[in-house]
């Protein structure tokens, strides 16, 4: 077609522009044909523009909604941005620039280089979670969940970041330190609205069951909902008749060997018994230094262990009815169960370590360890001792019975507990969704009338959030003074915004729908495009968005407002893109790589063939510039096949060889075991291997100084989802409609029969030589053909020749 170069300059902004003024890539409004939802995690537009990760998650699933159109799906691919936040607010109070502001900016320059890199997003339906239209509707649902008993204001301990001024949720505090700016995390008391996730604990554990996410993903939802069964026990204090200490434990069995029960500090019981607790200001002083310590310090780190005793204060053991000690130690979390546990150090390695600190007694119970060096933990399974009468049952036996002994009693009850905790929903910051709720000294909580939605977020001067960790908003007075909804009274507005984690806990929904005003989707199209079939996301987001919004999904679901009870059919995850040097891309370490570089030298399509193929996807692998140039190599050869085009040998069209024209049989089965290949590879994920057997395939024709037409347009059929640019100037210069609806490209499995079998030829055992002989050779005729090979005769000289063997794809020759 040309002799040209190939220049990805060129022809990229041609194809990228034929594809937005044809909006191609739209979803049909129809609802006629079999539709696909493509869906991957909407960024938060930084500053600081795309990185080269992002692209791998959206080139993956670029590439599998442009096959689904091809195989005549309506696809819905579509993009936005989860751009409330602190990093923007950070930023806008650096600079000055109010926080719209920026994010308007960072916006546009995000989408400009999606744009860039050729992605086939339907650009028509983006949402932005800050915008007022798109907002009214997160504040829409947080008020479904208040009207349901499902969003509290409660008074807690809570993560909060010194740095940030703001309050943390578990899932945001990683080893011990902020997410988000790495800085110093302590526990606060703050007044903040949770949202009860945890009544939703058995719902996302057991809708997990049915859904195809990768079995990491699965495990780690699971581990953190961290179902367990047990029995909650209520230990009475000697001489109190109210102020029971109840503790939760997976192990009642051991109850005969709890010797001794731990508070956490902030445990509310220390105040309620302060006027018999002998020993107070030892008791208040502890407390007062575990405050400044982490969840994380007071867990994982917690080598040296500490505690007071209450002195003057003694539980009852319910089941040998003695009293024990109680003391207060901050490797007990309130947060975590009860707040309590009864401390059984003969099975527990935390409670034997504490005992042994302070002589505490230790008391075997399960038989089998050696208590006097170390915790008995391995005691799952053993019989019963020192137990009363449990002695010489089996654990689970034993489990069952003081269960039930328990529960005659009154003095305990079987309970499934989950590891999950309650969801912090609010922040002491301006960037974020406000809360639609009224304060009224005479109602209480209000919410606002859906009619008054979007509440939007009031203009304030000063947004920098205060020293005492009050939200911005306060200082919006005339927003915050308002009248109550219900009574007409003077009220005043929640001045707490959202977390980060509200606006994406529903966006895929918008997606189906994202102009309406009368609803947040339409139901018909809520039944047509839900689930989502494939949703691609980093890991990191495992127990945090994707669990929020499965909870709000599920929601929806119970209050009938979605069609289907989860979200997300299909759940997968890309490994991360390193530095060069390996290690994790980052300013500071001066290794970050801008993809607008890489598209400027290379080209998007280069950049997007180098992103899958540099590794397996789901593994985090190390960025090369060079690795990314031999994709663009590889490219300039695709290109220059359209030199070696040859019209294909007489009649070949007319053969039983199939619907076109092939080069020959051989080539034949070689295109269209390449098809096979991509087409399950694709599917699969294993786009570095898909790539590779179109490299192999293009290495074919090289080798073969040919191809013809129909050759090359089903390799560009197979390329096109990775690199679509080129693949399409290279068609369009055939002579054909436009790849992106062609039909995809269909193997014959009877093509991929081979013609040849390989065979190592062996002289007395030893190999000597290879050939290739034709499939349909008999014993005979592949005797004949190896022993008129030109490599043989210097090992049969002056031997006599006894026997041939062929077995499988192996002759051996038998000389002596
Ligand atoms: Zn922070
Ligand atoms: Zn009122």
Redesign the pocket.
């Known amino acids: 077609m040309t002799q040209e170069r190939y220049d990805p300059a060129g022809l990229e902004p041609k194809w990228q522009k034929i594809w937005e003024e044809s909006g191609c890539f739209a979803a049909e409004s129809a609802h006629d044909k079999p539709k696909y939802y493509t869906l991957i995690e909407f960024p938060y537009p930084s500053g600081n523009g795309l990185h080269v990760g992002h692209p791998r998650s959206n080139t993956a699933l670029d590439i599998i909604s442009r096959k689904r159109r091809m195989e005549g799906y309506n696809v819905l691919f579509p993009m936005g941005y989860d751009a409330f936040g602190l990093p923007t607010e950070n930023y806008a109070l650096a600079t000055g620039i109010h926080p719209a502001e920026v994010t308007r900016v960072n916006v546009d320059k995000f989408r400009s280089q999606l744009k860039k890199l050729g992605f086939s997003f339907d650009y028509s339906r983006e949402v932005n979670t800050t915008d007022p239209n798109y907002y009214k509707w997160t504040q829409w649902i947080f008020l479904k969940l208040f009207a349901a008993g499902l969003a509290y204001k409660t008074e807690m301990p809570i993560n909060f970041c010194n740095s940030c001024k703001v309050g943390l949720a578990n899932e945001e505090v990683k080893d011990g330190a902020c997410e988000r700016c790495g800085g110093e995390v302590v526990r606060k008391v703050k007044s903040q609205w949770m949202l009860r996730i945890t009544d939703y604990a058995e719902k996302l554990l057991d809708g997990l069951d049915h859904l195809d996410f990768i079995e990491r993903v699965k495990t780690q939802q699971r581990n953190w909902i961290g179902r367990s069964s047990g029995a909650q026990v209520r230990f009475e204090i000697a001489g109190q008749a109210r102020n029971d200490i109840l503790v939760y434990t997976t192990r009642p069995d051991t109850l005969f060997g709890a010797t001794y029960m731990v508070l956490a500090p902030e445990h509310p019981l220390v105040d309620a018994l302060a006027g018999q607790i002998k020993n107070r200001d030892a008791v208040l002083a502890y407390r007062a230094t575990a405050a400044f310590k982490s969840d994380f310090e007071r867990s994982e780190l917690n080598k040296d262990k500490t505690g007071v005793p209450l002195q003057g204060i003694s539980a009852i053991n319910p089941a040998t009815g003695r009293p024990i000690p109680v003391w207060i130690s901050d490797y007990v979390l309130m947060g975590y169960g009860t707040g309590a546990i009864m401390a059984v150090p003969g099975h527990d390695d935390r409670d034997w370590a504490f005992a042994r600190a302070f002589g505490l007694p230790i008391v075997e119970v399960v038989a089998g360890g050696d208590i006097e060096k170390e915790a008995y933990t391995d005691c799952e399974s053993g019989v019963m001792v020192n137990s009363g009468f449990l002695n010489g049952l089996q654990v689970p036996e034993a489990i069952a019975a003081m269960t039930a002994w328990l529960a005659e009693r009154g003095l305990g009850e079987y309970k499934v507990n989950f590891k999950l905790r309650d969801w912090v929903f609010s922040r002491q910051r301006y960037w974020g969704e406000p809360i639609p709720l009224v304060h ?4 209480g909580w ?1 919410p606002l009338p859906e009619s008054e939605l979007p509440l939007v977020l009031p203009e304030i001067e000063n947004f920098y959030p205060a020293e005492d960790g009050s939200s911005p908003l306060t200082r919006a007075v005339d927003w915050v003074k308002t009248t ?6 003077p ?1 005043s507005r929640e001045t707490d915004t959202m977390p980060q984690w509200a606006g994406s806990s529903w966006y895929f929904l918008r997606y189906l729908d994202p102009h309406n005003d009368k609803v947040f989707a339409d139901p018909k199209e809520l039944a047509y495009w839900l689930p989502v079939d494939w949703y691609n996301g980093g890991m990191e987001h495992t127990t945090l968005h994707l669990l929020y919004s499965r909870f709000w999904h599920r929601f929806l679901y119970d209050i009938g407002q979605v069609p289907v009870p989860e979200p997300y059919q299909k759940r997968t995850s890309h490994g991360m893109i390193l530095g060069e040097n390996g290690e994790k891309m980052s300013k500071s370490r001066g290794n970050v790589v801008n993809p607008d570089e890489i598209v400027a030298e290379l080209g998007a399509d280069s950049f997007r063939l180098y992103e899958m193929f540099m590794g397996a996807f789901d593994q985090p692998i190390p960025w090369s510039t060079n690795g990314a140039r031999g994709c663009k190599r590889f490219l300039d050869r695709v290109w220059r096949l359209s030199d070696m085009l040859a019209t294909p040998p007489d009649g070949a069209a007319a053969t039983p060889l199939g619907e076109g024209g092939y080069t020959s049989r051989q080539m034949r089965g070689k295109v269209h075991a390449c098809i096979k290949k991509v087409s399950e590879d694709y599917e699969r994920m294993k786009f570095n291997t898909a790539i590779a057997a179109m490299m192999s395939l293009v290495n074919d024709f090289y080798a073969q100084g040919s191809l013809t037409p129909e050759e090359l347009r089903i390799l560009l059929l197979l390329l096109s989802p990775v690199a679509p640019h080129i693949c399409e100037e290279m068609n369009e210069a055939l002579g054909h409609q436009p790849l992106h609806h062609a039909p995809w490209p269909k193997y014959d499995e009877a093509a991929l029969i081979a013609d040849t079998v390989e065979y190592g030829i062996q002289v007395n055992g030893k190999l000597r030589a290879r050939a290739e002989l034709g499939a349909e050779l008999t014993p005979a005729e592949i005797e004949a053909a190896v022993l008129a090979l030109p490599e043989l005769p210097p090992f049969l000289e002056g031997k006599t020749l006894r026997r041939v063997i062929v077995v499988r794809n192996v002759v051996n020759v038998v000389v002596n």
């Open positions: 009224c000294p005479c109602c209000v109550c909804p219900t009574c007409g009274g009220a």
